[in-house]
C-alpha cells in the first residue's frame, strides 16, 4: 500500500503517477470529510468529561489560550468551516492550551497536540469516515496514492511547522498512529 502525502500546490507531477485525493477543506466530497474543519458534530472534547465539539480545529481553537482571551466555549458548537481560527493579532500571544474547557493547566504546544488534537482527530477517523478509510484502502490496493494538504509535517515533535492532517490520514492506514 503506496500513500504519500503531498503539498497542495505542487501536485502534479502526483497526478501521473497516483491517484490524488484532495482531503484538504476545499476538497470535493466525500474528501473533504477529513478536514480538520469538518462539522462532524459529537467529537469528545479532550481533558472534558462529557462535552462534545462540531469540528477537531473548533476544539483545538476552543482550548487556546492567549494572553487577553481564555477558552472559546462558544466555539465548540460552531458549524461552519471558516472563521474558526483566534489569531495572536486580536487576542495577544498564545500561552498555550487548555488541559480542558475547566483545567488549571496550560498545555505547550507539543503535548497539546499529543493530548488534544491527536485524540480529537483518531476519534473522526474511527467513528466517522470509516466508509472513506474504506474506499481509501481500496484506492491504495489498486496503486499509489496521494493525499494532499497544505502540509504535509507528519512528526508531531516537530514544532516549526503546523501538522499536516493528511499525513495522520495516512500513518493511520499504515497503522503508524504517533504515540501519545
Same mark, same amino acid.
Given at each position: 500500500?503506496?500513500?504519500?502525502?503531498?503539498?497542495?500546490?505542487?501536485?502534479?507531477?502526483?497526478?501521473?503517477? $497516483?491517484? @490524488? @485525493?484532495?482531503?484538504?477543506?476545499?476538497?470535493?466530497?466525500?474528501? @473533504?470529510? +477529513?478536514?480538520? +474543519?469538518?462539522?462532524?458534530?459529537?467529537?469528545?472534547?479532550p481533558l472534558t468529561p462529557g462535552t462534545t465539539g462540531t469540528s477537531v480545529e473548533a476544539i483545538w481553537q476552543a482550548l487556546k489560550v492567549f494572553a487577553s482571551a481564555d477558552v472559546d466555549r462558544a466555539l465548540l458548537q460552531a458549524t461552519r468551516m471558516t472563521g474558526l481560527k483566534r489569531t495572536v493579532r486580536r487576542h495577544g500571544p498564545v500561552l498555550g492550551h487548555r488541559a480542558g474547557l475547566d483545567g488549571t493547566d496550560l498545555l505547550d504546544y507539543e503535548t497539546a497536540r499529543r493530548r488534544i488534537y491527536l485524540p480529537a482527530y483518531r476519534h473522526v477517523l474511527a467513528h466517522n469516515l470509516t466508509a472513506e478509510l474504506t474506499?481509501?484502502?481500496?484506492? $491504495?490496493?489498486?496503486?499509489? @496514492?496521494?493525499?494532499?494538504?497544505?502540509?504535509?509535517?507528519?512528526d508531531v515533535s516537530d514544532l516549526s511547522k503546523p501538522l499536516s492532517h493528511a499525513a495522520l490520514i495516512r500513518l493511520h492506514l499504515l497503522d503508524e498512529w504517533p504515540g501519545g
Open positions: 500500500m503506496e500513500i504519500r502525502v503531498v503539498h497542495h500546490g505542487r501536485h502534479a507531477t502526483a497526478a501521473a503517477t $497516483a491517484t @490524488v @485525493v484532495d482531503v484538504t477543506s476545499r476538497g470535493p466530497h466525500p474528501w @473533504v470529510r +477529513f478536514s480538520p +474543519f469538518y462539522p462532524h458534530g459529537g467529537i469528545p472534547v474506499q481509501l484502502r481500496l484506492l $491504495a490496493s489498486a496503486g499509489p @496514492v496521494a493525499l494532499l494538504d497544505y502540509t504535509t509535517n507528519g
